[in-house]
């Protein structure tokens, strides 16, 4: 069955600091969906990757997806303390977007 | 609209009560899911559907049953409550064929004693 592991498992950055987040696959994957979630809320979808070597950004958060399939990483560029919550991100190794999730990535960002 | 919207947001149960976990989309999404959410296991699909009168196991589906019968609700169903069910369930919807996009709802936290 399809694996996914994050690291780290948690964060503590200064506001205003850079940050990666990774994410590794057992398996080539079909699309790589990064989510965030607020602490006792539901999922906020953040992008989602396709292509080997796919890379999007939205406002301070780029994701990249490399060659391969098998890694994604998540970067946060200036952090704010809006950026905080958990990161998780999710595969696809069917093609029918049965996603399975990794365990997340909680990061709180301090002033 | 509200999107996917779940009830009841807390519950707490006891060891072989039954319970049903309310789901609801108004987008007319054909795909429905439901997740839950345990520390270090991150989340995990127990029950899914494709359309009405349609649905199949996920990875966790022992314990829980689901049915379909309109587009707009996909409630999950607790038999017999045991602890280990204790846990944050995530109900989501999107539409069908490859989409980038899965609407989550709220959650709801199910604590069994």
């Known amino acids: 069955s399809q694996e996914l592991e994050q690291s780290p498992q948690s964060l503590i950055v200064q506001e205003g600091k850079n940050l990666t987040i990774n994410c590794t696959s057992s398996?080539?994957?079909?699309?790589l969906y990064w989510y965030k979630q607020k602490y006792g809320e539901g999922l906020i979808f953040l992008m989602m990757l396709q292509k080997g070597g796919e890379e999007k950004s939205h406002e301070k958060i780029t994701a990249k997806l490399d060659e391969k399939k098998q890694q994604s990483s998540l970067h946060i560029t200036a952090s704010q303390p809006s950026h905080a919550g958990i990161y998780l991100c999710?595969?696809?190794?069917?093609?029918?977007?049965?996603?399975?999730f990794g365990t997340g990535t909680r990061l709180l960002v301090s002033p | 609209n509200a999107g996917v919207t779940q009830t009841p947001k807390f519950q707490v149960l006891k060891t072989g009560q039954s319970m049903t976990l309310q789901c609801a989309q108004d987008?007319?999404?054909?795909?429905m899911s439901w997740y839950r959410q345990d520390p270090g296991m991150g989340l995990r699909l127990i029950h899914y559907?494709?359309?009405?009168?349609?649905?199949d196991q996920g990875e966790v589906p022992n314990g829980y049953n689901v049915s379909r019968s309109t587009t707009e609700d996909f409630p999950l169903r607790l038999l017999s409550a045991a602890p280990s069910q204790t846990s944050v369930y995530f109900c989501?919807?999107?539409?069908?064929?490859?989409?980038?996009?899965?609407?989550f709802g709220p959650g709801t936290r199910l604590l069994v004693l």
């Open positions: 987008m007319n999404h054909e795909y």
């Open positions: 989501a919807s999107r539409e069908t064929g490859f989409v980038e996009t899965q609407y």
């Open positions: 398996k080539t994957l079909y699309g």
């Open positions: 999710g595969a696809d190794n069917t093609g029918f977007q049965k996603l399975v």
């Open positions: 559907s494709v359309g009405a009168g349609i649905t």
